[in-house]
Nanobody, 126 residues
Framework: QVQLVESGGGVVQAGASLRLSCAAS????????VGWFRQAPGKERDFVATITWSGGGTTYADSVKGRFTISTNNERKNMVYLQMNSLKPEDTAVYYC??????????????????WGQGTQVTVSS
């Protein structure tokens, strides 16, 4: 059974950095597209970033461009990271990793992905 597990969330002050990790069990992600989404209380799940493993193409939400970086671990082909710098209080949310298995296509909607992790909380205080 394939699962995604996020880690690395926490409570930080504005301006700090965090690195989130997404680990797949049961298979590699090297033939897939992996995305990060976030959901704040009472709000919809929003796109943050995505990467297609083949070619490494990336796409970011405007709100995180220049601050967040999505990357893969090319040695461990089941790991994807989200480096978050210059965090702001409005970045506070539960962050989810998602995979479009065996598809190499940019997706910015939750419906573009068919496997989700359980989420990790990121809280940024002012």
């Amino acid at each position: 059974q394939v699962q995604l597990v996020e880690s690395g969330g926490g409570v930080v002050q504005a301006g700090a950095s965090l690195r989130l990790s997404c680990a797949a069990s049961g298979r590699t992600l090297s033939s897939s597209t992996v995305g990060w989404f976030r959901q704040a209380p009472g709000k919809e799940r929003d796109f943050v970033a995505t990467i297609t493993w083949s070619g490494g193409g990336t796409t970011y939400a405007d709100s995180v461009k220049g601050r967040f970086t999505i990357s893969t671990n090319n040695e461990r082909k089941n790991m994807v990271y989200l480096q978050m710098n210059s965090l702001k209080p409005e970045d506070t949310a539960v962050y989810y990793c998602a995979a479009a298995l065996d598809r190499q296509r940019v997706g910015v909607r939750p419906g573009d992905y068919d496997l989700w992790g359980q989420g990790t909380q990121v809280t940024v205080s002012s």
